[in-house]
């Protein structure tokens, strides 16, 4: 009879089957069964949708699975979870564990390890544990401020939509693209005008170059005037006019007299009245002055 039969054959087969898939789960589950690891407990008071065989990290390098969690129903005390953790993987005491879940959902934890060469955690011993939101959390924790400024801001909105459909701001839209218009005209007309000036700035410029050079010149022309011989003579013509002044004031002379001697006016006034007489007889009589005759005098 032999051994190897038909059943016998099924029945190995399926064996293998059960094996293979439960080395499968496993390594799919991310645990190695193959490899020494040690067991640590990890106190969370919340595990935020931690799972069995979620990866466990520190400083960013895969070094376990949660091979379990343990969940008090009596509600006393924390959560604990089971991490398998490498056993090459030293532990200093005062680190910590934390919950990290990514924007996709996936959870992981995060082994905080501290600075303390000295002293290590040893296998079997806890970890403290607490949760690290990440973005996430920082929205969590935005939320009651947004709550509180949506009010704020839809009074805005509302106060804007207000404005905007106020006829005054599109009257002064209006009136600002027409003082735009009018600014780029006048600009236009301010480059055409400093387009002439400068055309003619040259001209300008010559032209006083020109005028600078004749005010050089004509003061060259007063340094050669004689200053001080000038104002001597002007000085000896004022002494001049000072003299004839005081011949005029004073009784010598005759521009004196005849200025202040009343009788020498008079004499004069009745010589002009005598010769005025004589000059009126002469014309009446003119026969009394002047005698022509051609065959003698006659006696009147």
Request: net charge neutral.
């Amino acid at each position: 009879m032999k051994f190897f039969t038909k059943e016998v054959k099924i029945a190995l087969v399926a064996i293998c089957g059960l094996v293979v898939l439960f080395f499968g789960m496993n390594f799919l589950k991310g645990l190695n069964l193959f490899s020494s690891a040690t067991k640590y407990y990890i106190s969370f008071k919340d595990i935020s949708g931690l799972s069995a065989s979620s990866p466990i990290y520190a400083d960013g390098y895969q070094v376990g699975v949660v091979r379990g969690i343990m969940y008090n129903y009596n509600r006393e005390g924390d959560i604990m979870v089971e991490a398998e953790l490498d056993e090459q993987l030293r532990i200093p005491k005062g680190s910590s564990a934390e919950i990290v879940s990514d924007m996709l959902g996936n959870v992981k934890v995060n082994l905080l390890l501290a600075t303390n060469p000295r002293e290590r955690i040893m296998p079997g011993e806890t970890i403290q544990g607490g949760i690290n939101d990440g973005a996430l959390g920082k929205m969590k924790d935005m939320i009651p401020t947004l709550m509180q400024i949506l009010p704020k801001v839809d009074s805005i909105v509302t106060n804007l939509n207000v404005l905007l459909s106020n006829p005054a701001l599109a009257q002064s839209l209006q009136n600002v693209e027409t003082m735009t218009g009018n600014l780029t005209v006048t600009t236009r007309r301010l480059n055409n005008l400093l387009a002439g000036l400068e055309g003619s700035v040259p001209g300008m410029i010559s032209r006083t170059d020109s005028v600078l050079d004749n005010a050089n010149m004509l003061a060259k022309n007063i340094n050669k005037i004689d200053v001080a011989g000038t104002i001597a003579r002007v000085d000896e013509t004022l002494d001049n006019v000072k003299q004839f002044t005081e011949q005029l004031n004073s009784n010598q002379g005759s521009l004196g007299l005849l200025m202040r001697d009343p009788s020498l006016y008079n004499n004069l006034n009745s010589t002009m009245r005598s010769a005025d007489s004589l000059l009126i007889d002469l014309k009446a009589h003119p026969k009394r002055y002047v005698h022509f005759s051609l065959f003698g005098r006659k006696d009147n």
